[in-house]
């Protein structure tokens, strides 16, 4: 088990910078895959970026280029730095975990707000 708590989401203007932050309860060595998911209003999920254990990276066409996914072993947490942002990346924006394929684990969800 778990836990995933996301913070750093807000209000920011178009062209600004936001980073997230997601904390696991525990350590995150062993976990597989973590990553970052967005649901508009209106709109399914979908995948932002994931980030494995051995440090693959992909990413969604929409943000290449502008968003960086980061893991900390040490300190338990995921980042996502969004820069360039645009009013379409408004979403709540989810942590999520994979101890082996599937995301097992999901946190709360952190609304980001971009204003054009």
């Known amino acids: 088990q778990v836990q995933l708590v996301e913070s750093g989401g807000g209000l920011v203007q178009a062209g600004g910078s936001l980073r997230l932050s997601c904390a696991a309860s525990?350590?995150?060595?062993?976990?597989?895959?973590m990553g970052w998911y967005r649901q508009a209003p209106g709109k399914q999920r979908e995948l932002v970026a994931v980030?494995?254990?051995?440090?693959?990276?992909n990413y969604a066409d929409s943000v290449k280029g502008r968003f960086t996914i980061s893991r900390d072993n040490a300190k338990n947490t995921v980042y996502l730095q969004m820069n360039s942002l645009k009013s379409e990346d408004t979403a709540v924006y989810y942590c999520a975990a994979a101890t082996i394929i599937k995301m097992d684990y999901w946190g709360q969800g952190t609304q980001v707000t971009v204003s054009s």
């Open positions: 525990r350590s995150i060595f062993s976990i597989n895959v």
């Open positions: 980030i494995s254990r051995g440090g693959s990276i």
